[in-house]
């Protein structure tokens, strides 16, 4: 990842991400004895309730941001083994896990084939590969309101197709493969809970360099644009087997 992240506000705005991940959760089938990889735990809300499915497993929450990766581990304690490390790359885990299991992060990675290629090599045969991120279409309406507002960002998100993401999963030596893309609406008790997604969530590239005054009239300024305060998020859905 580019930027480090303001993990304390992630942490007490990300209930749509919580609420899709306990959904992609329920389709990892685990007895309880297992070690799973949770690639990109943000602060392990998600976390927690992957390590209560595995009484007698164990999990590896990987983070690429330092600061996430810390909160994690206030929430889980000892319960969990931490590896900070970066998807981009080979990644130091060995034995291999049984299982790969993640959500919110690969769209923040520009290159799939590599990030599939790194999760295959760390995945026993028969390991499964439960996830999901932004698809196509993802955060369209923000995107486009920032781009109104004459604010772009040259580090782009990875919001890809069903169909290019099946293809590099089997060409990474996954099978059993399923994806498809799910739209989903995220709204904000309140306006400042809104602004602060917007900030660190969704526009935190773009909102880089700003000054503190700048930031806040720009999250002001999109938010004015989205109809109803709502975020049009679109979420890939991956099921995918190690061959």
Known sequence: MAMEWDAATYDRIADPQERWGLVVLDRLALRGDERVLDAGCGTGRVTAHLVRRLP?????????????????????????????ADLAVPLPIDPPVDAV???????WLADHDSLFAHLAAIVRPGGALVAQCGGEGNVAGPLAAAEA????????????TPADTGRRLAAAGFGDIWTWLQPESAT???????????????LRYHVEGMADDQRLQFARAVADRLPGGAI?????NILARRR
């Not at 904000?188 to 969704?202: C, G, I, K, Q």
């Open 56 to 84: 007698r497993g164990r999990v590896v929450a990987l983070d690429g941001s330092a600061a996430m990766l810390e909160h994690a581990r206030l929430r889980l304690g000892d319960r969990v083994e931490y590896l900070h």
């Open 101 to 107: 299991f993640s959500t919110a992060t690969f769209h």
């Open 149 to 160: 507002l004459g604010v772009t960002s040259d580090l782009a998100r990875n919001f890809a």
């Open 188 to 202: 904000f008790a309140t306006r400042e809970d809104l602004e602060a997604f917007l900030l660190t969530v969704v």
């Open 232 to 236: 049009d998020y679109v979420r890939l």
